[in-house]
Nanobody, 123 residues
Framework: QVQLVESGGGLVQAGGSLRLSCAASGRLLSFYTMAWFRQAPGKQRELVSCFTSDGTTDYSDSVKGRFTISRDNGKNTVYLQMNSLKPEDTGVYSC?????????????????WGQGTQVTVSS
């Protein structure tokens, strides 16, 4: 059974930083594509970043250069380091695991999800 548990969200001022963690149970994350999505109030869920099993990373244009996705295989955990946060980064951030190693920006391609963690950036 796959279980993903996020942590690290909170309230931060614009320009600040947060690091989100996604700890997984079950098979090693290194075999799969992992992703962070976010959903702002009234908006659709969107991809923030993904990390394929071969180490390839993707970022949305809105976070490129500010956010970094990484993985600790020993801890079976994926991280999202978020720097220079902006009010428009506010939303519920969820990690997700793909069924395989392919890269996708589409939420419905990910069958396994964490419960989400709230990130609020004040201006």
């Amino acid at each position: 059974q796959v279980q993903l548990v996020e942590s690290g969200g909170g309230l931060v001022q614009a320009g600040g930083s947060l690091r989100l963690s996604c700890a997984a149970s079950g098979r090693l994350l290194s075999f799969y594509t992992m992703a962070w999505f976010r959903q702002a109030p009234g908006k659709q869920r969107e991809l923030v970043s993904c990390f394929t099993s071969d180490g390839t990373t993707d970022y949305s244009d809105s976070v490129k250069g500010r956010f970094t996705i990484s993985r600790d295989n020993g801890k079976n955990t994926v991280y999202l380091q978020m720097n220079s946060l902006k009010p428009e980064d506010t939303g519920v951030y969820s990690c997700a695991r793909a069924p395989g190693w392919g890269r996708s920006h589409i939420p419905s391609d990910y069958p396994y999800w964490g419960q989400g963690t709230q990130v609020t950036v004040s201006s």
